[in-house]
């Protein structure tokens, strides 16, 4: 995946009709992005540039961001996508970290997620080979889509993965 990347403009130069920006990569520390910031609203002409705004955003995966989200926020997110990829964007845009303390999202999300099967059928057969010891002999009387069902039915969730196969997800 590409480095997130932020395009963060001054709004003094914006409200003056003029366009006054630069792209930061936020795959570094919140101080490091917000030391950029200073820097591009140290040029702009406008003075005071003292505020600014998140104009775009590239290589978030699908992961949304507002004009005004915390630069933590956003250097925590850039992490998370950078170490994790579409899995954690998959498990973010569920919801289920969308509204975390940004301090809790990456616990969150190793908690959750069990990996990347061909199917949840697939899942069920392996999470039940590895927990319980299951005689050979009875291998082909398990219908693991039930199995899988059941898994559902306890809360558990999957998302497709664009090259194949879906990433699991347990309930919190």
Request: hydrophobic share 35%; net charge negative; aromatic share 16%.
């Amino acid at each position: 995946m590409n480095i997130p990347r932020i395009y963060v403009a001054c709004l003094s130069s914006y409200n003056a009709g003029v366009l006054h920006g630069e792209w930061i990569n936020a795959d570094q520390s919140a101080d490091g992005i917000h030391a950029e910031i200073q820097e591009i609203l140290s040029r702009s002409e406008h003075k005071p540039a003292e505020e600014w705004a998140i104009h775009d955003y590239v290589n978030f995966g699908g992961i949304e961001l507002g004009e005004y989200v915390s630069i933590e926020r956003v250097a925590k997110l850039a992490e998370l996508v950078d170490g994790h990829g579409p899995a954690f964007v998959a498990w973010y845009e569920s919801g289920d970290g969308a509204y975390l303390d940004l301090y809790d999202l990456e616990d969150a999300f190793l908690d959750a997620y069990q990996g990347h099967y061909d199917s949840l059928e697939h899942y069920a057969e392996e999470y039940w080979n590895t927990h319980y010891e299951i005689p050979d002999h009875l291998h082909n009387y398990i219908a693991w889509d039930r199995m899988a069902r059941d898994l559902k039915t306890d809360g558990y969730w999957t998302e497709y993965a664009d090259g194949g196969g879906a990433y699991v997800f347990k309930p919190d």
